[in-house]
């Protein structure tokens, strides 16, 4: 079998083989994602290995460059780039982040986006990916997103005392512990 050459199988899932020999299965509705985003010619790459559990009946498959996420209550999701970098330095889907919930969505001035259970990630070419969650998301949210004001994100969330302040091309928030408030400055 050529390397990289898919093979149909007869229950409709896919077998890769990689350079070194090995084959991979894609199945199901990460298949779905996978051919979507252009199967084995896309940014992924090849799979790397087969797909396997994680928690709360998740599936993930490794590819090349990125991974396709799957639970019953998600859908099936590509993480890849420097979003999938951020993802794996919070801790992948056992993080606050939680599982994708959607792939990137365009944005205006080159950004992107990806929905998570617990927060949105951003990226741009300037400001990098950055996680936006919790009380600061949700007021980042009512003064419209990246379209505010404040633009994009250009950093997480860090401690300042009293509280956790995050970083924005045109400003700041931060959320005071004491008085479960969050300002802008």
Same mark, same amino acid.
Request: charged content about 20%.
């Given at each position: 079998?050529?390397?990289?050459?898919?093979?149909r199988n007869t229950d409709g899932s896919t077998t890769y083989t990689g350079p070194d020999g090995r084959t991979s299965v894609v199945k199901g509705a990460i298949q779905a994602a996978y051919d979507?985003?252009?199967a084995g010619r896309s940014r992924l790459g @090849?799979?790397?290995g087969d797909e396997f559990p994680v928690r709360d009946g998740g599936r993930v498959q490794r590819f090349d460059r990125g991974l396709v996420y799957w639970t019953p209550a998600t859908g099936a999701h590509v993480v890849e780039g420097a979003i999938r970098e951020l993802y794996a330095a919070r801790g992948w889907e056992n993080s606050p982040l939680g599982y994708p919930t959607s792939d990137e969505i365009r944005l205006r001035d080159g950004g992107v986006v990806q929905r998570y259970q617990g927060a949105l990630v951003y990226?741009?070419?300037g400001t990098g990916a950055q996680d936006v969650k919790g009380a600061i998301g949700e007021r980042y949210a009512t003064l419209g997103w990246?379209?505010?004001? @404040?633009g994009y994100p250009r950093s997480g969330e860090y401690a300042v005392p009293g509280g956790v302040r995050q970083d924005y091309q045109r400003g700041s928030m931060t959320?005071?512990?004491a008085t479960r408030r969050v300002t802008l400055s």
């Amino acid at each position: 079998m050529t390397p990289g050459a898919p093979v149909r199988n007869t229950d409709g899932s896919t077998t890769y083989t990689g350079p070194d020999g090995r084959t991979s299965v894609v199945k199901g509705a990460i298949q779905a994602a996978y051919d979507a985003a252009g199967a084995g010619r896309s940014r992924l790459g @090849l799979p790397d290995g087969d797909e396997f559990p994680v928690r709360d009946g998740g599936r993930v498959q490794r590819f090349d460059r990125g991974l396709v996420y799957w639970t019953p209550a998600t859908g099936a999701h590509v993480v890849e780039g420097a979003i999938r970098e951020l993802y794996a330095a919070r801790g992948w889907e056992n993080s606050p982040l939680g599982y994708p919930t959607s792939d990137e969505i365009r944005l205006r001035d080159g950004g992107v986006v990806q929905r998570y259970q617990g927060a949105l990630v951003y990226w741009t070419p300037g400001t990098g990916a950055q996680d936006v969650k919790g009380a600061i998301g949700e007021r980042y949210a009512t003064l419209g997103w990246e379209n505010s004001p @404040l633009g994009y994100p250009r950093s997480g969330e860090y401690a300042v005392p009293g509280g956790v302040r995050q970083d924005y091309q045109r400003g700041s928030m931060t959320y005071e512990w004491a008085t479960r408030r969050v300002t802008l400055s």
